[in-house]
């Protein structure tokens, strides 16, 4: 801590000279950057649309209320299907992941270079969004629940599989050393000291995903990728404002259910 002497007298200060210099930069660089920021959105803001953006907002309420909530019997398959894509596409991306988080990790990936290629697919799956996945597969497949199921697959296996290789990078070595010392192979080692450790961790990184899908798998259908997100975006296109509110509540119910079996889930498991 600097000292600097005024009248004979010692003052403390937290930082000495160079350091508050280093401070003040850092915040007119910051303050020039959110400026400059700042004048960029501006430009390309029309300020007349956000100027009754309340009024606009109040007029999409009031026509989404009351629901149709006789609509409500034509949404059960689609919300079916929504349940679906979001549960065989984590369960894929389930099966394809935790073998590749054993490449990925630096203490059990069999060659350097094999790793590098995991974490490269890794990657490329959280780098593009589930909806553009779809867009691609919607392209390849043709529309429908397949191609719903592919897209939360591509974007799963990312997620799922860099949070379970960095667990097992953080595993502990005494199990692991004392299976070693009886004379285990490669495998036998991974089974007895590895999946023991990281599993618990991985079915909860499972589920938490499973819950993230089931809110990401309600807009594909946007794309036609199957799901509830056929139905808004067909409600959307027909000005039926009362069947948008009865998806959005359906929508609703739909994310707290998923959210209260995956707190529920991960609380027994970890």
Known sequence: MPVTVVNNTKVWQRYDKATRLKIWMGWITGTAITLLCWQL????????????????????????????????????KPLWDTITIATLGTLLAVSIALPLSFVAARNTTPHP?????????????????????????????????????????????GFIGKLAYESIEETSYEPIEAITATGANRLQVLDYAYLPQVLPSFAGISIFRWDINIREATVLGL???????LNLNASVDLLRWDRVGMIFVLIFVLVLI????????????I
Not at 47 to 69: C, I, K, N, T
Not at 128 to 134: D, E, G, H, P, Q
Not at 258 to 269: G, L, M, P, T, W
């Open 41 to 76: 959105i501006s430009n390309n803001t029309r300020w007349e649309f956000v100027a009754d953006a309340s009024q606009q907002l109040s007029a999409f309420l009031q026509r989404m209320f009351p629901p149709d909530w006789a609509y409500a019997e034509q949404l059960w």
């Open 113 to 157: 270079i094999l790793r590098y290629v995991a974490l490269l697919i890794i990657v490329i799956s959280r780098s593009v969004n589930s909806l553009i996945w779809a867009l691609i597969l919607v392209a390849i497949t043709g529309p429908g629940v397949l191609a719903g199921i592919l897209a939360i697959a591509l974007r799963s296996i």
């Open 223 to 229: 794309v036609g990728a199957g799901g509830i997100g």
């Open 258 to 269: 998923s959210e209260a079996i995956s707190a529920r889930v991960r609380k027994a498991i």
